[in-house]
């Protein structure tokens, strides 16, 4: 069974960092493309950037120069380090496999 886990949220200043990581088991993580995605309070969820197997990245203009996907295949964990943070990033963040698995998300709140 795929599971999904989420960690490395939490409440930080604006213009602070996090590092989230979302580690994968019951999967050949390697051969999937990983998305991370984030829902607002009383908004739809929203594609903030992909990875893909092969390692190829994609942003929403939004985060663009701010925060940065990556993977370690060998660890089976995708990685979203968010930079330069603003209070428009404050959101549940969910990490996503292939086109079917997801995880049960870290809450980012940025906020003086």
């Known amino acids: 069974q795929v599971q999904l886990v989420e960690s490395g949220g939490g409440l930080v200043q604006p213009g602070g960092s996090l590092r989230l990581s979302c580690a994968a088991s019951g999967s050949i993580f390697s051969i999937y493309d990983m998305g991370w995605y984030r829902q607002a309070p009383g908004a739809q969820r929203e594609l903030v950037a992909t990875?893909?197997?092969?390692?190829?990245?994609n942003y929403v203009d939004s985060v663009k120069g701010r925060l940065t996907i990556s993977r370690d295949n060998a660890k089976n964990t995708a990685y979203l380090q968010m930079n330069s943070l603003k209070p428009e990033d404050t959101a549940v963040y969910y990490c996503?496999?292939?086109?079917?698995?997801w995880g049960q998300g870290t809450q980012v709140t940025v906020s003086s």
């Open positions: 996503k496999e292939g086109n079917r698995y």
């Open positions: 990875i893909t197997s092969g390692g190829s990245t």
